[in-house]
């Protein structure tokens, strides 16, 4: 996200699968921001998902949701 000092602790990733291409949408509640952008897929094999990354002060945490 290009406005880094106004960044959420949690940060949701979604990867959406469009053909031979792939969307990633960023995105965050407080404040509202959301950020997409289309890439190729190229010979990458990957499946439409969601990732949270949690920033704490010591460390930062990557989880699917259903790991929660």
Same mark, same amino acid.
């Given at each position: 996200m290009r406005v880094k000092d106004k960044m959420n602790y949690l940060q949701v990733? #979604? *990867?959406?699968? /469009?053909?031979?291409? *792939?969307?990633? /949408?960023?995105?965050?509640?407080?404040?509202? /921001?959301?950020? #997409?952008?289309i890439m190729d897929k190229g010979t990458m094999n990957i499946k439409n998902t969601t990732v949270w990354i949690i920033d704490e002060p010591d460390k930062q945490t990557m989880l699917f949701p259903s790991d929660y």
């Open positions: 990733f #979604e *990867i959406v699968n /469009i053909g031979n291409k *792939i969307k990633i /949408i960023n995105r965050q509640e407080q404040p509202t /921001i959301k950020e #997409e952008l």
